[in-house]
């Protein structure tokens, strides 16, 4: 089992609908998560960090965190086709600079 | 502020090959990461380098082996290439304090796409 799951999709949405993204996570020792976005053939831009529990919102995106059920979430509000591009969750452990491990990605097209 | 690059950007090279990848932190950041992409994967965690010296190290050979300059550029070495070392390699620089702070964030750089054949 790996120590973070993630649907690898695709998901296709219409435009100006709200997107959900979910990571979950086996490893309790994790503390920092983040979402990134990636698109094609480029690297990966970070979107969000939150640490623990809890919810950040930033813009259309909101980020949440579950720490009880080792479940985050990433909603994209109003998703534009300019959001298609594939989404990583990340998690650091506490302590544990050193380590960042990703989930395989959610690739996500909002259709104009 | 100039941000995270990388070089070169594509690379052909064949089995049993060596190769070095290039990176360049972004200005102000000490600490350098990289990771390898594979198709249709999420990043994994290579190495990081801090203050020129290995900083912990994901599930990967000796072959796998990196340097950080003064400068806080950072090299990526891979030796006796395999068929399966074909991936988007990534390069991420961020800014430590000391030992077991400082910021989360990483920055990554567009990658290096290394095919062995």
């Known amino acids: 089992q790996k120590e973070v799951e993630q649907d690898p999709g695709p998901l296709s949405v219409p435009e100006g609908a709200i997107v959900s993204l979910n990571c979950t996570y086996s490893?309790?020792?994790?503390?920092?998560f983040m979402w990134y976005r990636q698109y094609s053939r480029k690297g990966p831009e970070l979107l969000m960090y939150t640490y623990s529990s809890g919810n950040k919102e930033d813009g259309r995106f909101t980020a949440q965190v579950d720490k009880s059920s080792k479940y985050i979430s990433l909603f994209i509000r109003d998703s534009q086709p300019s959001d298609s591009a594939t989404y990583l969750c990340a998690m650091i452990p506490s302590g544990g600079y050193q380590k960042v491990t990703f989930g395989t990605g959610t690739k996500l097209q909002v259709i104009p | 502020e100039t941000g995270v690059t990388q070089s070169p950007t594509h690379l052909i090279k064949t089995r049993g090959q060596q190769v070095t990848l290039r990176c360049s932190s972004q200005?102000?950041?000490?600490?350098v990461s990289w990771y390898q992409q594979a198709l249709g994967q999420g990043p994994q965690f290579i190495f990081q380098?801090?203050?020129?010296?290995?900083?912990g190290r994901g599930n990967f050979p000796p072959r796998f082996s990196g340097l950080q300059f003064p400068n806080y550029s950072s090299e990526l070495n891979v030796n006796a290439l395999e068929l399966d070392d074909s991936a988007l390699y990534l390069c991420a620089s961020s800014l430590r304090d000391r030992v077991g702070e400082g910021s989360y964030e990483q920055y990554f750089g567009p990658g290096t796409r290394l095919t062995v054949t």
């Open positions: 380098y801090y203050r020129e010296e290995e900083n």
């Open positions: 200005s102000g950041h000490n600490t």
């Open positions: 490893n309790s020792a994790f503390q920092y």
